[in-house]
């Protein structure tokens, strides 16, 4: 285990490393110049030149590179260049709203999902097997931002039950805040959810045709002991699989979600820090990300070894 | 057969079970018959697809969900089972009568640990803690032989043998002691040297406790060292029936006969085991006569067209036409169509000199 652990944190260190130098190209070969975005159009290019010297643009890139890693090393994400603030305190304030919308939304999935692929996989052939399986199909063909928008159009405008568009921190209300966050939730949950059910009912299948199932059955268990107690467990890896990629993925990638519903969360920021070349709110927010994605990749490893205890945690490579 | 029914763990009288798909009802078998005495070991045999695993898992109500008891009687203790409820059953199970399986190596769940799974079978059926339950599961493994039972009931399957683990599910079948015990071909997995301990430990076992064993196999070697009573099967019918010592010594249908000329000889050479020609028909394409005379050395015209029936006496019925009382009037088949197990043998062959 400790192996595992000093071998893992080697890597992210690695994969942070290039992931850096890789943002940070990115970054400069976007076209367009900060300074100009900053100044405008009618800005004279003396004052243009002299904000690119204070800004530190007319380095060597190598040594903005440097610069740039050094900075972050200390914690330090650098300021914002529209408006000076910090970094890390823009990031501070955005990830909390994006990781609830994405913890809601994993919610909704996993809550429709499981009984719904058990549903499916235990009577299948039947009406239920089928309804699952329609409301998977057209669960994944749904785009999100598509629902999104139904929704607003169905339970914000016609019903007036929700809020169509809005934030409510979660540290000032609770209740306001979940409920402002339900519909884009259900919006990125419906679609997951879906995978997330027929993913389980061909994986549940599969299991509840192996011999320790019928074990299961031989000492005297019912179908419920059998189905949750042996199955479900052994059935719930590719599971664990999709929803760990899928939920690094939401992290960064409920852009469109924030701005149907107007939320102000990471995906929203990475979106203006593009439109405005600022850099260092971009180059932050992407690190960010790649670091969500090796630690959720790192805890599924961990997850996986638990639920399955045929999976050792070691150091070498497998 | 002889017994009374104060004696009887297990008859089945007239068991017809077949597969339902869509609209299609494919019936395997067909009027399966047979008593198990208290204490006794019935060997089921035949080869794949005779439908001897069918008949083991009707008695435990654990047919997959297409199969379907058509007709026939099971009763445990004199109380049908056939018409019991899925609850009613699960309560039989693992309780009264429990079941050993083919595949040791996958028939334990991976995810938990031996004694995690048999303790859940014990507290299924018994009101007792875990503690007790944990203990019981050591007395088990002690008596199925698993060397330090102690640290044992903390391993995963994937940390035992083959061996080790068919044991295991030895000790969760019998946790509960239970009146029978159902092994469906419980050493076919295993290499040789361990089949012989789990026979021997099975041996022992139902001595100790008492209980009554249906045994399923191919295996005519597992017959000699297990069975009292032998229940020879073929394409779904039972086509002999009787005690093991008769069955070697006087064995009376001719697929009953090719098993038992085909069993490898330590003595003297044989080049070329002999075979019974020809698989198992479909059962779609039943014979409309008897099952075997597709392959059947002896077959006369008749047997083609009209089943046989039950013939022999009490103790040994068989069912086979040459038996019967009209043998002798039926017409043979012309010469060369014969298309038995021993024409091709080389123990008919000229010897080979040289």
Known sequence: MLSFL????????????????????????????????????????????????????????????????????????????????????????????????????????????????????????????????????????????????????????????????????????????????????????????????????????????????????????????????????????????????????????????????????????????????????????????????????????????????????????? | MKSTSEENQLQVHGLEVGFKNKKKYTQILNGVSFNVNKGETLCIVGESGCGKSLTSLSIMGLLPESGEVRSGEIRFEGQELTNRSMKEMSKIRGNEISMIFQEPMTSLNPVHTVGKQIIEAIRIHRNVSKKEATERVVEMFELVGIPSPRERVHNYPHEMSGGMRQRVMIAMALACDPKLLIADEPTTALDVTIQAQILDLLNELKGDLDMSIVMITHDLGVVSEMADQVLVMYAGEVIEYTDSKSLFENPKHPYTQGLIASIPKLQGKTEELPVIKGAVPNPDEMPSGCRFSTRCAFAKQECFDQSPQEEGTEAHPVRCWMYSAEWQQMTPLKGGESNGYTTDGAVDREPIRN
């Open chain 1, 6 to 318: 000093l071998r893992r944190a080697g890597l992210m260190i690695v994969i942070l490393f290039f992931v850096s130098i890789i943002v940070f190209s990115l970054v400069n070969v976007l076209p367009g110049d900060p300074a100009l975005m900053i100044l405008g159009q009618e800005a004279t290019d003396e004052s243009l030149e002299a904000l690119r010297e204070d800004m530190g643009l007319n380095d060597p890139l190598v040594m903005q590179y440097f610069a740039w890693v050094g900075d972050l090393l200390q914690g330090d994400f650098g300021q914002s260049f529209r408006d000076n603030t910090e970094v890390s305190s823009l990031l501070a304030e955005k990830i909390p709203i994006t990781l609830q919308l994405t913890v809601m939304s994993f919610a909704i999935a996993v809550l429709i999902a499981i009984p719904a692929g058990v549903i499916s996989a235990t009577r299948k052939g039947t009406l239920w097997d089928s309804s699952a399986t329609l409301f998977a199909l057209s669960g994944v063909s749904l785009p999100p931002f598509w629902l999104g928008i139904l929704l607003i159009f169905i339970f914000a405008v016609t019903l007036g039950w929700f809020p169509p568009s809005g934030y409510v921190p979660i540290t000032e209300n609770v209740a306001q805040s979940l409920w402002y966050m339900l519909l884009p939730a259900v919006a990125l949950g419906v679609r997951l959810s879906a995978e997330l059910t027929r993913m389980l009912r061909s994986s549940l299948l599969e299991v509840l045709g192996s011999d320790y199932i019928r074990t299961g059955y031989a000492k005297g268990l019912l179908e419920r002991a059998v189905v949750y107690g042996h199955a479900l467990r052994n059935s719930i890896l590719p599971v664990i699989t999709v929803s760990a990629l899928q939920f690094a993925a939401f992290l960064g990638g409920t852009v469109i979600t924030e701005e149907i519903f107007n939320i102000p969360g990471l995906g929203q920021l990475l979106v203006t820090s593009i439109q405005t070349r600022d850099f260092p709110v971009l180059q932050g927010a992407v690190m960010f990300m790649a670091l969500a994605v090796i630690l959720i990749n790192f805890l599924t490893d961990v997850l996986y070894s638990i639920l399955d205890p045929r999976i050792k945690l070691t150091g070498g490579s497998q």
